[in-house]
């Protein structure tokens, strides 16, 4: 690996965990965070670190990545930010290899579902504060932060894939 797809690598990976800690805090994914992963794949592109050849594969990737998030999104199954962040990681990845990236974020979704499942219940067992008879039953909240998984995938599909646009 070079310098420069080492470099390469800290930033794409430095956008992500800054998307998904921005998701853990807010539930909500700044555009800035899509916006500079598709920036960083251009400047990739132009420096040469991803090659001319495999672009149109990385561009069908992004499109038909965002087509499905945004259907995900349309239906309520996923937030409008993880449907950008997802097609813009999956810029990173030739379409070929969509699977490969699709299977670490479900992975990594399921992980994080599991950890959210527990922390969920071992928090409403050691809170003093239940709901009276009055107030009713607590609102759960069932909103995951699934940009941690979208990170977590998008981090392993890249180090992990023999086609990334890092080998």
Do not use: C
């Not at 420096?47 to 990545?65: D, R, T, Y």
Request: aromatic share 12%.
């Amino acid at each position: 690996m070079t310098t420069a797809q080492a470099l390469f690598l800290a930033m794409y990976i430095a956008i992500l965990i800054g998307a998904a800690l921005n998701d853990a805090r807010e539930f909500r994914i700044s555009n800035a965070f899509p916006v500079a992963l598709l920036i960083l794949f251009v400047v990739g592109a132009a420096a040469g670190i991803v090659p001319v050849v495999h672009i149109g594969s990385h561009v069908a990737h992004f499109g038909v990545a965002l087509i499905g998030g945004m259907s995900l999104y349309s239906i309520g199954w996923f937030g409008g930010g993880d449907a950008k962040l997802y097609a813009a990681t999956a810029l990173f990845v030739p379409f070929g290899d969509g699977w490969f990236l699709l299977l670490w974020i479900a992975l990594a979704g399921f992980g994080l579902l599991v950890v959210t499942m527990i922390w969920r219940v071992l928090s409403a067992m050691f809170t003093s504060s239940t709901p009276t008879r009055r107030q009713g039953i607590r609102k759960i909240d069932r909103r995951i932060a699934y940009g941690i998984a979208i990170a977590i995938g998008g981090v392993g599909a890249i180090t992990t894939s023999a086609n990334s646009v890092i080998f």
